[in-house]
């Protein structure tokens, strides 16, 4: 009985470190500590960890910025107190925070890395569905001058301006004006993203001024006709994002659909990374930032939600006759299923697409739809034949786990390579191509009108 009284006594000092004072007078533990991404963490996170404190029957007390991108919110519930706190100093900084302790969970606006996974080998599998958690999608936008005259750039161009190769906008067919590069800084995840997709190893100008803050960043773009940057979608306003394009491809805005289904070339996803052992308040926070609830929150701080929608798209004239058969009339679903190599690896996000497709197409607004999925190949799986069938067969894979779940699918197709979405010559660009796109026809269009959210 002694030794349990001791133990009880040095369990007592031990959470006594993660006690902090909130207020005067009071003491409050740390509810919920996210740490990391500043694009996470500069809306969305306090948005969503606000929005669960309150369904979890809390209500906020205080909100105190200690210092820049770092925020406290004091929240109660009866006699208990409570903070939730966001340190929000780039993607690269989360990771330590979560191997030290001192976050529940890792914000960030990129992937982890494979050196990453190796550093927080000892804390599981981070790349693991139950440890790796898509919370919204975005697209990193390269902006101008809202007067400016640019509308849309090669991924290859933007490459040139940002590395130094070019200097001037008269390349470009613009009045002569030196090019004003703005960038984030080295801890971004926005940065790493832009560097992976867009630099592909080249050096970023030494004449970038670099930001830690994305307002900043906006605000000095918005401010001068010869300024060009890079940001998240939800930092955009005030300036103009341009089209992009990769090699083969079309140019695309990062427009809803274009971002939710990920063909945008400069589309992302943001992450919440936890340890392989969490707490149940940690495992909620995650299932309710993914829910419904948490998608609505992400739609109204300016990024895409992974709520479902159907639009209505004109079909390309250069697509092949059998595809415009098959869209005609049809919209399209803002998901896409993207597989590795061969037929049927799907990732967390996956996954949990196919649970929110098939509560979609079971939802009243969609009774009466027929559902054609169409895949497609990337450009270097073996021979035409080979990549028609293997198109044909991921499409078949997807109807066959949405019969499971009670949905019919009426039409299903392969396309092999055509339409790429993105470029052939990268592995991450013939990933981005190995998908299958979901359409639904409908005999009355008011239907689909009133199944989608309203924003």
């Known amino acids: 009985m002694l030794r349990l009284h001791w133990l009880l006594a040095l369990f007592a000092i031990a959470m006594s470190s993660f006690v902090r004072a909130d207020s005067p007078g009071s003491s409050a533990h740390a509810w919920l500590r996210l740490h990391g991404s500043n694009t996470v963490g500069q809306r969305l996170a306090p948005e969503l960890a606000v929005a669960f404190a309150e369904a979890e029957g809390w209500r906020v007390e205080s909100r105190r910025t200690e210092q820049l991108d770092e925020l406290r919110i004091g929240i109660v519930r009866g006699r208990e107190r409570g903070v939730i706190e966001i340190a929000a100093h780039g993607t690269g900084t989360g990771l330590q925070a979560l191997l030290d302790g001192r976050a529940d969970l890792w914000m960030a606006s990129r992937a982890v890395t494979a050196e990453e996974l ?6 599981g599998r981070l790349d693991h569905p139950r440890q790796e958690h898509v919370i919204a999608l975005d697209g990193v936008a390269v902006i101008v001058h809202p007067r400016s005259s640019l509308r849309a750039l090669a991924i290859a161009d933007v490459r040139r301006l940002f590395s130094g190769e070019v200097r001037d906008w008269a390349a470009f067919g613009r009045a002569a004006g ?29 004449t970038a001024k670099r930001y830690e803050s994305s307002d900043e960043l906006v605000a000095a773009v918005a401010a001068d006709p010869d300024a060009i940057g890079f940001v998240g ?42 340890a392989e052992v969490q707490s149940a308040r940690v495992r909620a926070f995650v299932e309710f930032a993914q829910s419904e609830a948490g998608q609505r929150i992400a739609e109204r701080v300016g990024f895409v939600g992974q709520q479902l929608t159907a639009v209505r798209e004109t079909p390309r004239p250069d697509m092949p006759a ?34 929110r497709l098939a509560e979609f197409l079971d939802s009243e607004a969609m009774r009466g739809v027929e559902v054609a999925l169409i895949g497609f190949s990337d450009a270097k799986e073996a021979s035409p034949i080979d990549a028609i069938m293997l198109s044909n067969d991921r499409a078949d894979y997807i109807a066959q786990m949405l019969n499971r779940a009670g949905v019919s699918v009426r039409r299903i197709r392969g396309m092999a390579d055509a339409s790429p979405v993105a470029s052939n010559l990268s592995e991450f660009g013939r990933g981005k191509n190995r998908r299958v796109e979901v359409w639904v026809r409908t005999r009355a269009a008011a239907a689909l009108d009133a199944a989608r959210p309203a924003r």
């Open 118 to 123: 190796q550093r927080a080998s000892a804390w």
């Open 178 to 206: 030196k090019v004003a590069l703005h960038a984030r800084d080295d801890r971004s995840g926005t940065f790493d993203t832009f560097r992976a997709l867009v630099l592909e190893g080249a050096p970023l100008a030494a």
């Open 233 to 274: 979608l939800d930092s955009v306003a005030g300036t103009r994002a341009l089209a992009i394009s990769d090699t083969g491809t079309r140019a695309l805005e990062p427009r809803r659909l274009e971002v939710a289904t990920e063909d945008y070339a400069l589309s992302r996803r943001l992450y919440l990374y936890a």
């Open 322 to 355: 059998e595809y415009r058969e098959l869209t005609e009339d049809a919209r399209r679903v803002s998901v896409n299923f993207r597989f590795d190599t061969g037929l049927t690896y799907l990732d967390g996000k996956a996954l949990r697409d196919l649970q």
